[in-house]
């Protein structure tokens, strides 16, 4: 089942803006990660921030979580035509008793426009 | 070592054929998984190994069977197949899958194998 829904779900921007993408889920999670995939390949992931975290950073990339609200959001500064991507937030959490489970969001296609 | 490798990377079967899946991976994680992605759609797990125990099966058709031979494989049988399961299946493993809320579950993802079921 969709745990995550993202939004937008198409995101087309010029080289050197930022990119903004956000994330809601429905249940406690965790951990939520982002990752990205290029077209027809496998996923790479990102970055993690743990259910008790509220920021991270990492290179270009800036993820908040809102435990509260159930939503987290994918910054990427200074984009560069080499991030055009789809972008997958996952949701992390229990299931099954101790078994763990990684839940993707439904994604944002990013186009960086040269 | 840290890459998912999965084989083949293109597959084309019949509908009466059998078939596996390949993935493997030397990084010492004890969790792994396979997904299935349609085109344009966030992938969809299918089962959860950890521990080579099978932990997670996703209601999924017998017609798909896993197999975890050790820490380092894990198979994906194909039988029976419809042309609806015709997708890209990702293998994925991670450090940890336990309890341990702490548990390292970044996935590393091999490139997936495109089945195409005619």
């Known amino acids: 089942s969709q745990q995550g829904e993202e939004d937008p779900q198409a995101l087309s921007i010029q080289e050197g803006e930022n990119a903004t993408m956000n994330c809601s889920y429905k249940?406690?999670?965790?951990?939520l990660q982002w990752y990205r995939q290029n077209s027809g390949r496998g996923l790479v992931h990102l970055i993690l921030?743990?259910?008790?975290?509220r920021e991270k950073h990492s290179g270009r990339l800036r993820v908040t979580l809102d435990t509260s609200k159930k939503s987290s959001s994918l910054l990427i500064t200074a984009s560069r035509a080499a991030d055009t991507a789809s972008y997958f937030c996952?949701?992390?959490?229990?299931?099954?008793?101790?078994?763990?489970?990684?839940?993707f969001g439904s994604g944002t296609q990013l186009t960086v426009l040269p | 070592d840290t890459e998912v490798t999965q084989t083949p990377k293109h597959l084309v079967m019949g509908m009466t054929n059998k078939k596996s899946l390949k993935c493997e991976q030397h990084?010492?994680?004890?969790?792994m998984y396979w997904y299935k992605q349609k085109a344009k759609k966030p992938p969809e797990l299918m089962f959860v190994?950890?521990?080579?125990?099978?932990?997670i099966n996703e209601s999924v058709p017998s017609r798909f069977s896993p197999e975890c031979p050790n820490s380092s494989l894990l198979n994906l049988h194909l039988h029976a197949l419809q042309p609806e399961d015709s997708a890209l299946y990702l293998c994925?493993?991670?450090?940890?899958?336990?309890?341990?809320?702490?548990?390292?579950?970044?996935?590393?993802f091999g490139q997936g194998t495109r089945l195409t079921v005619v």
């Open positions: 994925a493993s991670s450090l940890d899958g336990g309890s341990n809320q702490q548990a390292r579950t970044e996935a590393f």
């Open positions: 249940t406690s999670i965790n951990n």
């Open positions: 921030i743990r259910s008790n975290e």
């Open positions: 996952a949701t992390d959490r229990f299931s099954s008793g101790s078994a763990r489970q990684l839940t």
């Open positions: 990084m010492g994680h004890r969790a």
């Open positions: 190994y950890s521990y080579e125990k099978l932990s």
